[in-house]
């Protein structure tokens, strides 16, 4: 027996590596795909090599009242659209979504599958985190739950690949602009922050008033790393046996000893996290690294379908690295 | 019940992309891996992402003397380094040699797995074609087994990612000098050329005396694209009409009205191929894209592993390209 | 004395490389600047690493009616838009266009300039070449000059870095998915196709109606590689020989033993070429290579206006390749 | 009249760069070009587009007993190797030590030009600052100055081309590996963290003992930024303020109202520096830039020759930045 799915947002970079998921995933069947730019066309003209059997699926211009029967919806549209585009969506289909329009939002669960798994069992509607909380949060966590470090005193220096910055034509982020450039952006301002500093104080408790986060665009298409400055007086040895406590049993996080770098995640989704600390300096340095589109989308997003639909967890998610 | 494979040559790019699509295959366990520069390490150590049954694999130093109970040994040696290394291997473990000694030897068949399939099902010994092969010889069969070209008058201006160059540490391939550099090289000498030559005349019953072929390094990690430029008086539509009758109910080629990218291709076993052609000139130009680590490797290595272990050709290979 | 020049498309990359040489000219004087979609701004808003006394130069909105006094203008506008715009220029006012609109238009000289600089001396109106053209031509010449190779059999496989296509906002050239990807386009209809066959014919007195160019994107921002097949009985010495016969005491072009590469010429107004021939198969590859913003635009520009301004040809161009 | 100079260290990247200046001054004539890999070949070997009159020169095998009458010395060994080799240089043959070993060494001066220009002027021995510490320092330097941080609170958060990893063959700086890759490093224990802190203390006469150092790898040839986390009370405007009285006058040095990015650097001499500061919660980020190869090593040391030559302080370094 197969669960329809559907996405809307294909055409998106979140969208297609939902495609890209689903496409493997052992339950979830694609019945639907709608899109904006690619509204018309088949699957195969945008995926040249998704599978034969999805290949012809025309892509849809959305429309709520006109869904087929659907099981679960996937949405992928740009932060501020998916509020009314959802908002019309049946009851009945359950809906996890990519955007930011719904993680603060009464019923509404935050979809931090790794962390708080029992929160979205059970749900109808999801909203996944963004990928530099998913990636930050998820490094952050064992140390607030242990309170190994000050809530309220978190530097955040956060570098992502491109793809990050969506699919819009923007020339800064065309490839001859953005090849061999590193460019810090929303400094003081960033609107992941609420987000972030929300988690932080549900973990710990405590404010997180004195958050800084600073992402920086790198040129790669994929991948995102926070390194974390943090005041507390743990050691290394005890920063990592909290995190191998707090993720115990859980498959997705992986606590390593040398630090994590971008390319060991690329196409999986996988969260490395790793520390180092000197309590001397009273400091406590976390670094969380995610592919952007799998752990910071479409991988979590399919986590959180698979609590949703009751399945387990790691369904279609198996799919190793890509390695180099 | 599941088949025990092994990897000899696992710290290769070729041998890392066999340990990726081995570990999520159905009926593939591996049960053994061996390399040189990595002996001692266990995969996890190597490979960060690899799933936790498999982590603790400690990687041996090669020893064929010594082999666990193996169903299945994929090497990939250097070119120069399997003939020796794989002559003690017992009869009784199946072998698919990545490398490039035993290409046009007796006893081992030649794994171009999407053309002759027959010739690999029940054999013990196969011989995976080269990356720049697998990208050409597949756009030009259709034309040569229907005559729509001269096969003494081919010329291959072949495109490739660098870690097609191996994983050696000679500088000339390092980050810096490789990025925004393009290099052509092997000109009228190429170490392919015999076994491109060889295949066009086993495919067209002709000499392939006249054969260009000329590699260029391109900046990007994976895949390779093949212009390929021929005689022959076949209009465009001749030539794919030619391709989809010729790849009719395979799996992994995929004919396309539009050329293709190398992008289309990535992390997958996929061949994408077209044509243009330009009868008043008697033109034809083929073009020919896979990605050098899977179609050009260990995708086609594993494809003619399931050829040769009876399983479905695609098990294990159904994963959907990488995008973007 | 100084000579005042002005630049018309400073927004785009060929006005910006134009901007970046004029400024370290020992005699040309920018004192004008028009750009559409940065008009209004700096040069220093733009550009921030602009010299001091040229930062609070104010990019003027294009108008030809309310020029200041100039002595050359360089335009880098759009192929299509640079006919009209420049054409109520005043004639006292020495043009180069680094568009597509005059290279074959009465009146304007053709400024391929390593190859025909006596052409280009004395005149008022200069039609830059294309990047493409400027590439391959260099290292056809001496073979058709001294008639080595067959004028209408040559193949011309080119392969070019993405600022090649401009500063469009197209997202496929988009940082994520033009990384890591391969594009081949244009087949057997490429836009450059009638200027090289036009210069061909020129350079042999014969008819170049077999050409064939096809031109492909490569993941890189800077750099062109033609490879080129032709038909001839010569030797690689030969060839060689008559290239350096061809350019002797010439300044911009290097002939080399070796195949060159693209890094060898980046930020130069250099182009290097080279043969590798094999009379036995008639066959003769000529390779050139050039920055396509450099010998490919800006680099070739000023070296036209040395030329019609009576100065030394290389002034302001012995600038040394960027490296690594 | 000339000086003549020489470079021992040619092959590596910062060699070639100093080549690349030197190449182009206006004053400094390359007389000795020595190396270990290319020692023997000649300069147009390995720098094919090196201007004609210095392609003959022939790289020497390095040896202080047999140099060529030489007025300044440009050495770019490894850290560790030029302490020994520079001891036996004559005493009247001025030296700028690109490398490590002379930093805190007496009777060399430490040469932060843009910051401490009359400590240079006159001098005979020069030590080329880190590449890290010039892109760091350059940014705090002001803040310091004016007391408007405290010393011994900063993180640098600081990310690096992989160029800076030097020309080493280690194949993880391989192209493969490291295009996709960002990768942290020398957590807790940078070798550049001892030269920084020092001159942390110099600049503020206060403690830098609680300074944090962490660099990463990002898949970029050049290019450095660093991104400071420090404790003050002062406004953006008044870190602006601050750094432009401090650099008034000063050439290579730009202070920016948004924040750089390192392609504004590339190919040059100039540093770019920006602040965001936000006092209710007592945090100031300095934002540095600059190119690791330009400011970071061969234009630093150009400079530094030029004062102790006598010469002003841009010659030969007045060149664009190189965009795109």
Not at 42 to 50: C, K
Not at 108 to 124: C, E, H, S, T
Request: with cysteine; hydrophobic share 45%; net charge neutral.
């Amino acid at each position: 027996m197969s669960i329809r799915v559907g996405i809307v947002g294909i055409s998106g970079f979140g969208g297609g590596e939902a495609l890209r998921l689903i496409a493997s995933h052992p339950v979830f069947e694609l019945v639907y795909a709608a899109g904006e730019s690619s509204a018309g066309s088949r699957l195969v003209d945008r995926f040249p090599g998704v599978p034969a059997r999805l290949a012809e699926l025309v892509i849809a211009k959305w429309d709520p009242e006109t869904l087929p029967p659907l099981d679960v919806l996937f949405a992928s549209l740009p932060t501020g659209a998916s509020a009314e585009a959802l908002a019309r969506v049946p009851k009945a289909v359950k809906i996890v979504d990519l955007g930011g329009d719904h993680r603060s939002v009464e019923g509404w669960a935050y979809g931090l599958a790794d962390i708080w798994p029992d929160r979205i069992q059970g749900q109808v509607r999801v909203a996944n985190p963004g990928c530099f909380p998913a990636a930050t949060l998820t490094a952050l966590a064992p140390l607030l739950a242990d309170k190994l470090i000050e809530p309220g005193n978190i530097v955040i220096d956060v570098k992502t690949g491109i793809s990050g910055a969506g699919r819009g034509g923007d020339s800064t982020f065309g490839y001859a602009e953005s090849n061999e450039n590193l460019v810090p952006y929303g400094l003081l301002k960033h609107v992941h922050m609420p987000e972030i500093a929300r988690t932080i104080e549900q973990l710990s408790g405590g404010s997180a008033a004195g958050l800084v986060f600073t992402p920086h665009l790198v040129p790669m298409t994929r991948g995102i790393l926070a390194t974390i400055y943090c005041r507390g007086s743990a050691t290394t040895g005890q920063c990592l046996n909290a995190a191998r406590r707090f993720y115990a049993g859980r498959s997705f996080v992986r606590v390593t000893d040398r630090p994590p770098q971008t390319k060991w995640a690329t196409g999986s989704n996988l969260a490395f996290i790793s520390y180092a600390a000197d309590p001397e300096r009273n400091l406590v340095i976390a670094i969380g690294v995610v592919d952007n589109l799998g752990k910071g989308a479409a991988g979590q997003a399919v986590q959180n379908a698979n609590l949703i639909c009751g399945l387990p967890e790691t369904a279609g998610l198996d799919g190793v690295p890509v390695w180099p």
